[in-house]
């Protein structure tokens, strides 16, 4: 096999490695029903992407691990400001209140 032919060939595999788990549900739609471990499991996965992406973001500086950092403490102010409040602009305007605040108090 040419290396052209592999190279498509590894394209449309790949293609379709990521669209059939997806379209699954679509085209099975409510004929088959998911076991109630695996909906309740489901619904974590959103906060679970969500955290996968901010926290390395929030904890690493300049790839070292900070445990004490503005990002750290801007974060928690607006976790605590969306357990506060239902308002969605009051915790980006918690958290990045207290990012730019000890930002500047710190010069960092």
Known sequence: MSYDASLWLTFILIGLATTLPRA???VLGNRVALPPVLQRA???APAA???AIIVPDVLVTAGDLEIFSPKLAATAA???A???SRNPWL???AGMGVLLGLRQLLGA
């Open 24 to 26: 699954g549900f679509i």
């Open 42 to 44: 489901l619904r974590y």
């Open 49 to 51: 992407a969500l955290a």
């Open 78 to 80: 607006a976790i605590a």
């Open 82 to 84: 969306a357990l506060w």
């Open 91 to 93: 915790p980006f305007i």
